[in-house]
Structure formats: structure tokens, C-alpha cells
């Protein structure tokens, strides 16, 4: 207790609660803009962090982290634009309640879950890091191959309209996914002479252009027929959420538990609990027609996972020095710099720095309500402004973000190409959120596959060989033969009612 009371006088002090205030201030402001991702916003505060003692520096990350993910559920609403990649799974279903009048109700939603994943997160990271981690450390190539392929299922899932088109859309993301050098060979695949596409499809263009440039050709090419989101005020964004939190209680659990143990797990991170946490919402919905009309309950379960990813994240970077997605990857570095070496010895030897990041997480989450209602209330404008005006300065922050990626025009390139990409295939009635989740996990699918083929020696009962990796295994099987289950079951059905 005395260690516990020593952290709390240590994140009390008022430097550290101004740099929290300042903190959050930049997180909302970098969340809300497409393409400056939660990473970007941690990776620019790392200069300042020099000057810093230990636990403002940290508390500067968690507290911006933390708004980021949230502020990027604002755009995503507004203008279908998902100002971070944990906001691109459910930004379809915000944008179409924003179209129905429910903007308010789409953003008090996305603001509250954000609040309450967050607080389930941060209560995982305090009681329940040294059992998590250690088993999250026991992970293999073999179970993260499954892991990815249990992501990829979840985006054929998520897919409105035809499971084959969804399906074909997936294929479409994979093969983005392997340009670039082979992980294995280390030879170059559809570079076609270009140093640049050596390095890869980077996500983040890909993600701006298929969001964002499709919008925007969509207004170009029809911009008389353009469906506008409703004029519509945006002042009590509480008004309800009580009756909603009420009914989807379970959903609230589901989506903080989902968004934890998905963090936990290196390499996964927010951007895929919300992803996994949007498929089960509509999987085990009792109105799984109204997902892609504008329904709630995937956000909901989505809004609440990513935030509580963020604090399951530093599970494995706390205790073991594993980052768990590339925000946490930042913090270690900013840790070894502080002299809080990650690891369990941390535990023992600065107990009270352990402890005051705990606390750092509660009060930044709980801090998101009020200041992500005042970033709410700023942003409604945004719905009065014609879009022969809007739309401009969406491609100026389109551009921006693409550049700044890699400081290169390649970036921008990417952006275009994708964009064009997107917009033949909404057009034709291919959903964009399968593409865009094969090329987060290809890579990661291929780099484990080829790992695990090795380890091997070519032999596939090995991706069985081990408990954890069985056990996924088997999830994911049955997940890919429930569909072919139902169509053999039409196809018996069918002479039969004949």
C-alpha cells in the first residue's frame, strides 16, 4: 500500500497533470487527422521525452495513445474516414448512422466504450500482467499463423453483401501484402524494377487512399448525385447511451476482454481487436442483418476493444521487454532511455514507477470523456461545410499523411493507386474492409507460415504440434467449414423443396 500511495503523490504532481492535459490535447488533435496515426503521435513526442523525468515521459505516450485512438472514430463518423487504423473496422457502420441522423448517438458511443475499454484495459494491465504475459511469451510461429488466419477469417466475416466477393477482396489484400522482398528468399516479387515497392505496400497510404481518395472520387465523378450526411446537430452526444450501454452490457464485457487478450499478444495491437471484436458482435448478433446499415452494436464492441488493446499491449512490454504492437515498441525504447529496464525485475526493483504507470492509464481514460466530448463538440462544423469546400481539404490532409509516412512521394503514389483500387471496387460491389485487413496481417501470415514450415521440415502436422497452436487450429477450421456447412445444406434443401 505504501508503494501504491508513494505512485499516486508521484502522478499527482502538477507537472505531470500538465503534461497529461497538454498530452491529451495533441493525441485528439493527431487522432482526428487521417493518415497521423496513434504511432505517429507517440514517435513525435519521443525529443520531448528526453527532458523529461520517467513518469511524465510515460504518462505523456499513455495519455496521447489514448485520445488518438478514440479521436480517430471522429472523422471516421463524420466523413467515413478512419483517422487511425483502429477505427477502420467499424468506420463504414458510424458513417451510415451519421447518414441516418445518429451522429450523435455514433459518437457518444465510440467516446464512452473508448472510456470503458480503456478502464477494463488498464484494470488486465494492473492484476493480471505477470500471468497474462507469461502466457503470451509462449507463443510460437505456428500459433501466430493461426492467429493471422483467424484475423483474415474475421474480415470475410465483417464483409457486407456476397461472403465470395468478400472472399475475392481478401485475396486482393493478400497479394498487395507480397510485393516487395520475399520474407523467406529475400528475393524482390512484383517490384518491377522499383527500389521503392522493394520495401512494401505501406498500410497507413493504402488505408487513406481506399477510405478517403474513394470518397473523393465519388464526389468527382457525381457530385450532384452525392448523398450529403444530414445537417444535424451535434450537442447532447450522452442522450441514450445509458439504454444502449444497458441492452449491449454483454457486448461492453465482450469487446474489453476481446480488446485485452488480442493486445497481450505481440504483434496484434488494437487496429485487429477491433477488427476480431466487430466480427463476433455481428456473428453472435441477434440482428445481424442490420450490420452495414448503421447499427450499433458493432461499435459498441469494436469502440470498446480498441481501447482496451492499447493497455493489454503493455502487458508483455512491461513484464518481458516484448513490444506488443508498434506504440509499445516506442515505450520500451523510451523506458531503457529512463533507466526502467522491461522485464520482471522492474516489478521488484521500482515497484512505484510500476505503479504510477497503472494509475497513469485510469486517469488518462477517464480524462477521455470530458475531453473527447469537447473535441466532439469542435468538430461538428465539420457536418455544415459544403462539400465542394470539404472535400479539398480532405485531399490536402490526404496527401499530408501519405508524405509523411516515409518523407517520400511514393507514399502519395500508393494513396492514388489504392484510391482508384477502392473505388472500381465499391463500385462493383466489392467491400474495401477485407483488402485492407489482408495487407495488415499478409505479411504476418506468410513470415509465421514460412517460419513454422522450416521448423518443420515441411511437414503441416506441425502447426498441430503444440496445444495453444492445435487448439487455434481447430477454431479456425471450423470457422472456414461452417460456410461450406450451410451451402451443402442449401444444396440438400434445394431438390428437396422442389
Known sequence: ???????????????????????????????????????????????????????????????????????????????????????????????????????????????????????????????TAPVLAEFAIKFSSFEYFWLACLGLSCAVVVSSGSTLKGFVSLLIGLFIA?????????????????????????????????????????????????????????????????????????????????????????????????????????????????????????????????????????????????????ITAIVIGVLYMKGMNPGPTVFMNQPELINAVFIVFFLANLALIPLGFLAIRLSRRILHVPRKVLIPIILMFCVVGAFAINNTVFGISVMLVMGVLAYIMESNGFPVAPTILGIVLGTMLESNFMSSMIKADGEFSGFFSRPIAATLGVIVIVIWLIPLMRLLVGLIRKPQTS
Request: neutral net charge; aromatic residues 8%; glycine residues 12%.
Open 1 to 127: 500500500m505504501d508503494t501504491f500511495l508513494q505512485a499516486f503523490m508521484l502522478v499527482l504532481d502538477v507537472k505531470v497533470l500538465g503534461v497529461m492535459l497538454a498530452s491529451a490535447l495533441f493525441g485528439l488533435f493527431v487522432g482526428s487527422i487521417p493518415g497521423l496515426t496513434a504511432t505517429m503521435a507517440a514517435a513525435l513526442l519521443i525529443p520531448f521525452t528526453f527532458f523529461m523525468e520517467p513518469i511524465p515521459a510515460i504518462a505523456a505516450i499513455v495519455t496521447t495513445v489514448a485520445m488518438a485512438i478514440f479521436a480517430g472514430d471522429i472523422p471516421g463518423a463524420l466523413l467515413r474516414i478512419p483517422g487511425t487504423p483502429a477505427s477502420a473496422a467499424y468506420c463504414d457502420e458510424a458513417y451510415a448512422m451519421t447518414r441516418k441522423g445518429q451522429a450523435e448517438t455514433a459518437l457518444g458511443v465510440s467516446l464512452v466504450c473508448s472510456a470503458i475499454g480503456g478502464v477494463l484495459g488498464a484494470a488486465v494491465l494492473t492484476m
Open 178 to 326: 507480397t510485393i516487395g522482398i520475399d520474407v523467406t528468399a529475400g528475393h524482390p516479387r512484383f517490384t518491377f524494377g522499383s527500389v521503392e515497392m522493394m520495401g512494401g505496400i505501406s498500410f497507413i497510404p493504402a488505408m487513406i487512399g481506399m477510405f478517403a481518395i474513394s470518397e473523393v472520387m465519388r464526389f468527382v465523378a457525381s457530385p450532384g448525385s452525392q448523398q450529403a450526411a444530414p445537417q444535424q446537430p451535434i450537442r447532447n452526444v450522452f442522450k441514450g447511451i445509458g439504454s444502449i450501454l444497458s441492452r449491449y452490457k454483454l457486448n461492453v464485457a465482450r469487446g474489453g476482454v476481446i480488446g485485452a487478450v488480442v493486445g497481450i499478444l505481440p504483434g496484434a495491437g488494437a487496429d485487429i481487436a477491433a477488427w476480431i471484436a466487430f466480427a463476433m458482435s455481428k456473428r453472435f448478433s441477434r440482428e445481424p442483418e442490420k450490420f452495414g446499415t448503421g447499427h450499433v452494436e458493432g461499435l459498441v464492441d469494436s469502440g470498446t476493444a480498441n481501447n482496451a488493446g492499447v493497455a493489454g499491449a503493455w502487458i508483455p512490454a512491461l513484464v518481458f521487454g516484448i513490444p506488443g504492437d508498434s
